[in-house]
């Protein structure tokens, strides 16, 4: 509007104009027109206006993988040369299971100074770095490799990553000699406490990947019928602890982030299974718990901005939010445009927490007690929120943000981290 008022005001109607007027005029528009572009891109930034067209959503896939594809392809061909290593490397003293059960403890408890050899007590987000975390980071190292020869594969269709990856499947899940029980019962442990706890299956959110992973590769030549047979019992045999162990119901049942990251998982696990009821499950989880309880009325969560760390928690609840609508959704099933009756969405929850990605200065709650300065990073709610909803400017920043974080509390809370694998189009 701004434009079209400027060229009627210069009257350009056949009638001769001083030259230098035209010129002043003409100088005016042009700094205008800048001014105007310069508004709207700060308003689209700022108030999350959505730059759309024909080539907002097409698109947006293909130039994730022009954006992602040169260092995907590096860092597979350096996993082709790396060896699986399971927890069965790695024994921890403290555990109270055998080689072949995962064991961590729990992040946030501590000797007691008052009782040094008595029973920890919890110091709420200061991680402590006498932790037992060697499984994790095994587990965290077969996620990354997976997911990155799994994202080769795909962009290049060639199978010599279909069978490297194979060999790290297969130590991991079938080789009874160095395979990982499937259930998570010693996991997050705290001395003189417990011996693992429901908390503990967060931990296995690195596992998403591997099973999205065998969900891309699972048609090539070299991955035969019986080698997916046998992982996908391994993860039919974990769904059916994490659906019927009490540490997995009391997980299902946790009113906040680990609530959300339990029904990830159970999705993830279930859509390689082909398991339609869990699926069902979890879309009814989301529709009638996640959004309605956890979710206030503006889309931030008010449960993960009581802790200390409020903005890594807000992020790492809306990513695994928008994952379930990422796995979750289908041909039958529209979770990313789902509401509840007042007005509660993925959408919504996107829409809240953006704007402080987009500008972290702006944040408004106490910073987060450690690794606030490793967030954001290209967080998955941005790439998938783009392409569910046409968005370019929220792609921008994804583009924008580092798509290869080095530290590790940040990976290990970034369990997607390949999303060419999850999208299901190139």
């Not at 990553?161 to 029980?181: D, E, G, I, P, Q």
């Not at 200065?361 to 998955?380: C, G, I, L, S, T």
């Amino acid at each position: 509007m701004l434009i079209l008022c400027s060229l009627e005001s210069l009257n350009l109607s056949g009638k001769k104009k001083d030259l230098r007027k035209f010129t002043l005029k003409y100088k005016a528009i042009k700094m205008k027109f800048k001014q105007a572009i310069v508004s709207l891109l700060f308003i689209t930034t700022f108030f999350n206006i959505p730059v759309s067209g024909a080539n907002a959503s097409g698109k947006i896939r293909n130039e994730a993988v022009k954006v992602l594809k040169n260092e995907i392809l590096v860092r597979a061909d350096l996993d082709l040369k790396q060896e699986p290593q399971t927890i069965t490397m790695y024994v921890c003293e403290r555990s109270a299971g055998g080689m072949h059960d995962f064991y961590s403890e729990g992040d946030y408890w501590w000797p007691d100074p008052k009782n040094p050899e008595g029973p920890f007590i919890q110091r709420d987000g200061m991680t402590n770095p006498e932790n037992f975390v060697e499984h994790r980071l095994a587990m965290t190292r077969f996620s990354q490799i997976i997911g990155t020869l799994a994202s080769a594969y795909k962009i290049t269709g060639d199978e010599k990553y279909v069978r490297s990856a194979l060999n790290h499947l297969n130590a991991w899940f079938v080789n009874k000699n160095t395979r990982m029980n499937p259930s998570l019962l010693y996991a997050q442990a705290i001395q003189g406490r417990f011996t693992g706890r429901g908390i503990g299956i967060i931990d296995g959110i690195q596992l998403m990947e591997v099973a999205q992973g065998v969900r891309v590769m699972q048609k090539a030549r070299c991955f035969d019928a019986v080698q997916q047979d046998a992982i996908k019992l391994w993860f039919s045999e974990f769904l059916n602890w994490l659906t019927t162990h009490k540490y997995g119901k009391d997980e299902m049942n946790a009113q906040n982030n680990h609530g959300t990251c339990w029904a990830m998982q159970v999705a993830s696990f279930a859509r390689l299974t082909n398991n339609n009821e869990l699926l069902d499950f979890c879309r009814t989880r989301y529709k009638e718990v996640f959004l309605p309880k956890q979710m206030a009325e503006n889309g931030s969560f008010p449960l993960e901005l009581k802790r200390t760390k409020p903005y890594g928690y807000s992020i790492f609840n809306l990513d695994a939010m928008t994952m379930l609508c990422q796995i979750l959704s289908d041909r039958d099933h529209d979770l990313w445009n789902y509401k509840t009756s007042d007005g509660k969405s993925i959408r919504k929850g996107i829409e809240y927490l953006y704007p402080y990605i987009a500008e972290k200065d702006r944040w408004p709650f106490p910073k987060d007690v450690m690794y606030w300065e490793n967030w954001p990073v290209a967080q998955p709610f941005l790439i998938f929120g783009a392409n569910a909803f046409k968005n370019n400017t929220w792609f921008g920043v994804w583009k924008s943000l580092d798509h290869f974080p080095e530290v590790p509390e940040v990976i290990r809370n970034l369990p997607v981290r390949n999303p060419i694998i999850w999208l299901e189009q190139l």
